[in-house]
């Protein structure tokens, strides 16, 4: 997507959900999916506070896997040591999915702020510039 100039948003949540094939006809897909990791998802990307920014992957969460969270978050492997907490947001665990390694995250962190007064153009040529250096050494970056 990045390629492509677009700018996406992801919320994860645990809990269940269902996905059911509907029936599809030339030019039109149809997918029903819920349960409440679908819909907490769902509520987290358009309307939790803080709000999820551009080109962010954030994980919700929950009491259910209180040790299973810390557990990723203290994980110093690939690609879980990408995933960390932010010091003002207690909610959520963020995934650096355009970094190599966690040193990276603070410069990232700042150049991301800085493109503020150009929007969403100087958003993209920051996580391009991540995902670039990233890619030979990502294994996810290629499938996407």
């Known amino acids: 997507m990045i390629q492509c100039n677009f700018l996406l948003t992801a919320s994860i949540a645990y809990g269940k959900f269902d996905y059911?094939?509907?029936?599809?006809?030339?030019e039109i897909e149809k997918n029903l999916l819920f349960g409440n990791?679908?819909?907490?998802?769902?509520?987290?990307?358009?309307?939790?506070?803080?709000?999820?920014?551009p080109g962010e992957c954030r994980i919700l969460l929950n009491n259910q896997l209180?040790?299973?969270?810390?557990?990723?978050?203290?994980?110093?492997?690939?690609?879980?040591n990408l995933i960390v907490r932010k010091p003002t947001d207690?909610?959520?665990?963020?995934?650096?999915?355009?970094?190599?390694?966690?040193?990276?995250?603070?410069?990232?962190?700042?150049?991301?702020k800085?493109?503020?007064?150009?929007k969403f153009r100087g958003m993209i040529g920051v996580l391009r510039e991540f995902t670039e250096?990233?890619?030979?050494?990502?294994?996810?970056?290629?499938?996407?």
């Open 66 to 80: 209180t040790t299973l969270w810390r557990r990723i978050e203290n994980s110093k492997e690939y690609p879980y």
């Open 90 to 112: 207690s909610k959520h665990l963020y995934f650096y999915w355009m970094l190599r390694n966690k040193s990276e995250i603070e410069d990232f962190e700042r150049k991301y």
């Open 114 to 118: 800085d493109t503020y007064n150009l």
């Open 20 to 26: 059911k094939e509907r029936i599809e006809f030339v």
């Open 133 to 144: 250096n990233s890619i030979d050494n990502n294994p996810f970056q290629r499938m996407g």
């Open 37 to 53: 990791a679908y819909l907490d998802a769902y509520l987290d990307n358009e309307n939790e506070k803080p709000k999820i920014n």
